[in-house]
């Protein structure tokens, strides 16, 4: 699975919105990009994943470049609890087992 | 609600006493995941399962094995726990991949401490 590379940490002030961004320039064609946070004393949740076109859910937007090199992460309007480490994956569709490989990840801190 | 139950939250134990972890998920998945997090290391996978009596290694094995004898139950063993085993275990698990692409779901994890 492709490696990604995220910045270790962030500011955000509460009701702005947070990009994370997120590097993979080593995908490839079947491998899809998975976002998941981490809330201090809980696991991992799941947010959003895409393969090639821009998605959307409840919880926030992610926009994939069209060379597909990249990712970003977008919470439109961050609150406190959004706090969280979050973590960007490759992973392929096929791979054995469909493992998740986590990275050191991106420490968001909203601010009040 | 989905959801993974890991079977306890804080766990103290002896050095050299064999250590069960168990999980259990309701949701019938065919994969189930063991991690373990520590800090400036982050998550790294120990074993995953992805059929019934069917394992494979993770990044990093050694010190543990695993046992799939239920579709929903995943559990890991310490046969001999050692002091640099103290740390966050957690269990996962997600439909196989070749059914469509899906996401893991995690447990909240056991918080193991060896004496």
């Known amino acids: 699975d492709a490696k990604t590379t995220q910045p270790p940490s962030m500011d955000c002030a509460e009701g702005r919105a947070a990009n994370l961004p997120c590097n993979h320039s080593t995908i490839s064609g079947n491998e899809y990009v998975y976002w998941y946070r981490q809330i201090h004393s809980q696991g991992p949740q799941y947010i959003i994943h895409g393969l090639k076109n821009n998605e959307t859910n409840e919880m926030a937007s992610l926009i994939i470049t069209e060379d597909r090199k990249s990712s970003t992460l977008i919470l439109p309007h961050a609150t406190l609890r959004d706090t969280a480490v979050y973590y960007c994956?490759?992973?392929?569709?096929?791979?054995?087992?469909?493992?998740?490989?986590f990275g050191q990840g991106t420490e968001l801190s909203v601010k009040p | 609600d989905v959801k993974v139950t890991q079977s306890s939250r804080y766990l103290v134990k002896r050095t050299g006493e064999k250590v069960f972890l168990e999980c259990v998920q309701d949701m019938d998945h065919e994969n189930m995941f063991w991690y373990r997090q520590d800090p400036g290391l982050g998550l790294r996978l120990i074993y995953f399962?992805?059929?019934?009596?069917?394992?494979e290694k993770g990044d990093i094995p050694e010190g543990y094995s695993v046992s799939r004898e239920k579709k929903e139950r995943f559990s890991l063993i310490l046969e001999s726990a050692s002091t640099n085993q103290t740390s966050m275990y957690l269990c996962?698990?997600?439909?196989?991949?070749?059914?469509?692409?899906?996401?893991?779901?995690f447990g909240q994890g056991t918080r193991l401490t060896v004496v």
């Open positions: 994956i490759v992973r392929s569709l096929y791979n054995q087992g469909g493992k998740l490989i």
């Open positions: 399962s992805y059929d019934v009596k069917m394992k």
């Open positions: 996962a698990s997600s439909l196989y991949p070749s059914t469509g692409d899906t996401e893991a779901f």
